[in-house]
């Protein structure tokens, strides 16, 4: 990889257990789930679209950062500094999260 980066060709993040190789765009997590809100949102003509964003790194926090306050952000495992909203401790938890979600709308 490395003449493509020297060439500025790709550029390289480096998660928890994932290395991002990207080319050179201003192009993130964030932006990807943001532009699927609003394709979504135009799709369906639905007003009631609420993102739910949950993650467990560091190339999370893009996605958190840009979907803060327009949907509900979580991060798996606490970190002082996150721009998720929550947290849960662990898979597990995400699992009980969304078996309560799809439990309260099978009952609505």
Known sequence: MAPFIEDS???INYGKK?????PP????????VFWLVEYLHGK?????TYPVFIGD?????????????????IRVGYK???FASCYLNDVKDVTRFIDHILMQRRSA
């Open 9 to 11: 060709k790709v550029s």
């Open 44 to 48: 369906t003509r639905t007003s009631g």
């Open 25 to 32: 765009v201003c192009w993130n997590k964030g932006k990807a």
């Open 18 to 22: 994932v290395v991002e190789i990207k």
């Open 80 to 82: 002082k500094n996150s």
């Open 57 to 73: 790194d560091i190339t999370d926090e893009d996605a958190f950062r840009l979907l803060n306050k327009k949907g509900l952000c």
